[in-house]
């Protein structure tokens, strides 16, 4: 497995003065510099789902409150889902406190207790389904650390020059 891309600060690989400005600038060329984003919201999020328009509008507030603008217009229907899942874990959530508050309850016999068990283990198993889900999707829109440093890097090796280029003619 490939080592998590670091940032420049945090580096303590010897580089030349050539890749470290190469790599200086490819941090910088991950937060491209726009006047606007104009991102909407898809319908789903936009119409249907109030919750997940709370996520989408705390995502871009975050976002700007940091000056980090990752997002493009093409990143809405990703984003869109992204708050959706959100929004689905929310819920599965409380479903799952519901049945641990269920299971408190005086008088309840055994198959009543062992039922409640068994959907709480699916809400459970879902629960950490959608979480892993929304780590991916927070890992493809550039929202974790490691996939920002990653894109730095990436930026990097592409504007570093061949160091042997000038040997051959």
Known sequence: MPPKAKRIENMTK???LAEEQARIEAEAATIPQRETLNIVPPAYVAKGDRAAL???TQ???RLA???VELLDDLDSEVL???CSMLSRRDRTCKMYKKLAS???TKGLDVAELLDLTAQMQDLDSQLRSQE???LQYADRLGLTPASRAGLAKKKAAEAADDPDADLFG
Request: overall charge positive; glycine content about 4%; hydrophobic content about 50%.
């Open 14 to 16: 010897n580089m030349t």
């Open 54 to 56: 709370r996520y989408w």
């Open 59 to 61: 995502v871009l507030d």
């Open 65 to 67: 409150a940091a000056n």
């Open 80 to 82: 869109g889902l992204y």
């Open 102 to 104: 269920l299971t408190r």
């Open 132 to 134: 892993r889900l929304i």
